[in-house]
């Protein structure tokens, strides 16, 4: 069976500081992949996906960037944490086919301080 | 365009039944999916329903669609206090050439003994 794990649970980070936030999935090859941003009581934003190794498309502008350096493997990075970078972030993948379910993660919490 | 739309909050006695409902927008959507999402937690599909069907049933569960009005509502019989969470509605516009999953900004549904 397929899961997808998401670490740390929980990261606390100054302003300024980097990050480095990973995805990992198990059981399955070639998964479409996602960044989601729930920020406080309100709904998710798509960040990023991507279809392959190497191929990242952005959803919106913003301080955060993705990599995929290997197929289930998927890296939602910044050089420089902004205050409105906090948020729970969550990770999903999917099979390639168009309009399959995604399934997510278990998130991240980041607090920046 | 891509919106959609849920009440922000439901409170229930366990025992009664629940009714989440959902507007959406974009007509070409032909996935529509419900997602819980505990506190802490990341986000657990329940269900889905595909646009040529009007209702689905799952144990507790029933997806009533009315793809006229655009509207998506859930149902839970013999609500629990488990059952308290933030439920969120999902579609998958066809138009965007992607699976981009467009969420509601959930609903939370208090379950009260």
């Known amino acids: 069976s397929q899961t997808i794990h998401q670490w740390p649970a929980t990261l606390v980070q100054p302003v300024g500081s980097p990050l480095s936030l990973e995805c990992t999935v198990e059981g399955t090859s070639n998964p479409n992949l996602y960044w989601y941003r729930q920020a406080a009581g309100r709904g998710l934003q798509l960040l990023f996906y991507?279809?392959?190794?190497?191929?990242i498309s952005s959803e919106v502008p913003q301080n955060l960037s993705a990599s995929r350096p290997q197929d289930r493997q998927f890296i939602l990075s910044s050089k420089k944490l902004l205050l409105s970078d906090s948020g729970f972030y969550l990770c999903a993948w999917s099979v390639e086919r168009p309009g399959e379910t995604q399934y997510f993660g278990p998130g991240t919490r980041l607090l920046v301080l | 365009g891509e919106d959609v739309e849920q009440s922000l909050f439901l409170s229930v006695r366990e025992g009664d039944s629940s009714v989440i409902n959902c507007t959406y927008t974009d007509s070409s959507s032909t996935y529509l999916y419900w997602y819980k999402q505990e506190p802490g937690a990341g986000l657990q599909l329940l269900t889905y329903i595909f646009s040529n069907m009007d209702m689905k049933q799952d144990q507790r569960l029933t997806v009533l669609l009315n793809k006229k009005d655009k509207h998506l509502s859930l149902r839970i019989a013999d609500t629990q206090t488990g059952d308290s969470a933030i439920y969120f509605c999902?579609?998958?516009?066809?138009?965007?050439?992607?699976?981009?999953?467009?969420f509601g900004t959930g609903t939370r549904l208090l379950v009260s003994p």
């Open positions: 991507s279809v392959g190794i190497g191929q």
């Open positions: 999902a579609e998958i516009p066809m138009n965007t050439g992607f699976q981009k999953l467009v």
